[in-house]
């Protein structure tokens, strides 16, 4: 890349992770801060670029389970976050927010091609609201994050796989912070 002047009038931008960053008169160096995420953005006179150098960056899923396909339904994943290139996994903490329902369904946490990488199949109906989901059987209040669900480095989407039955019902909250560690890794809400 050329070393580009930094216009003067560099300009500094706030949005949301889903806002188009803008592009029309947009000085080289301008800045874009996602509030919802904290990831800054710098625009290089072409295109907005991810400040790898900062983070770790955050990336929150809410998914509300009805039974019907990639919602619960037996045997179909629910893609909770997209992944491009390879990205550590600083931390990722699922927290139910309204009881799971579904007799004998159960729920993993995992990536493409590893449905389990990070939480096993735990029956859905012991996860209830205001618990953390952090193994097979959920932990109310507080708890320390074990090894699974922290410094992991993965290349694969980030999904939830509902086996045995149907999970007709109840909500959870998905927050990951991650890092970068190739020049295009990036995770966001699916």
Do not use: H
Request: proline content about 5%; aromatic content about 8%.
């Amino acid at each position: 890349m050329a070393v580009i002047l930094l216009n003067p009038a560099i300009k500094t931008f706030l949005g949301l992770a889903a806002d188009a960053k803008p592009t029309t008169d947009v000085p080289a160096g301008s800045s874009f801060l996602e509030t919802d995420s904290g990831a800054v953005y710098v625009y290089d006179g072409a295109a907005w670029q991810l400040r790898l150098d900062l983070g770790p960056f955050r990336a929150s899923k809410t998914v509300t389970f009805t039974g019907a396909a990639n919602l619960g339904q037996l045997n179909t994943n629910t893609t909770l976050f997209t992944v491009t290139g390879e990205v550590q996994i600083v931390a990722i903490v699922p927290f139910c927010t309204t009881d799971l329902a579904g007799a004998l369904g159960q729920v993993s946490l995992g990536i493409t091609g590893a449905l389990a990488l990070f939480i096993a199949a735990t029956l859905g109906t012991d996860i209830d609201a205001n618990e953390f989901w952090v193994d097979t059987t959920p932990d109310p209040n507080g708890v320390a994050l074990p090894a699974a669900l922290k410094d992991i480095a993965i290349t694969d989407n980030i999904l939830a796989a509902v086996t045995v039955a149907d999970l007709t019902g109840g909500v959870l909250r998905v927050d990951v912070y991650w890092r970068p560690l190739s020049a295009n890794g990036n995770v966001v809400a699916a």
